[in-house]
């Protein structure tokens, strides 16, 4: 009866592990993957320590770092690019 229990218990135990599992891998963070080798990475890196991919760069205006993707700084707006006047 006891072996029952204990039965029981390490299925219901294995369920919920499973269900966090699941709900853990679910999560897809387009935001911190690298665009090229889709490796993790954090969110202040530069440069992709797996493929070397630039992944950010300063904004020439108000030197954050914005992605590389993004044509316009999200900071200040910068386009990134000097226009030769
Ligand atoms: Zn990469
Ligand atoms: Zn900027």
Same mark, same amino acid.
């Given at each position: 009866m006891i072996l029952l229990l204990l039965l029981t218990l390490a299925l219901l135990l294995w369920m919920i592990q499973r269900e966090l599992d699941s709900t853990a891998r679910e999560v897809p963070m387009p935001e911190d993957q690298?665009? !090229?080798?889709h490796a993790p990475i954090d969110?202040?890196?530069?440069? /992709?320590?797996? /493929? $070397? $991919?630039?992944l950010r760069e300063s904004c020439p205006c108000c030197h954050k770092g914005k992605k590389?993707?993004?044509?316009?700084?999200?900071? /200040?707006? !910068?386009?990134g690019k000097e226009r030769a006047a």
């Open positions: 690298c665009a !090229n080798c969110i202040d890196w530069m440069v /992709c320590p797996h /493929c $070397q $991919q630039r590389i993707s993004h044509p316009h700084c999200p900071f /200040c707006g !910068n386009t």
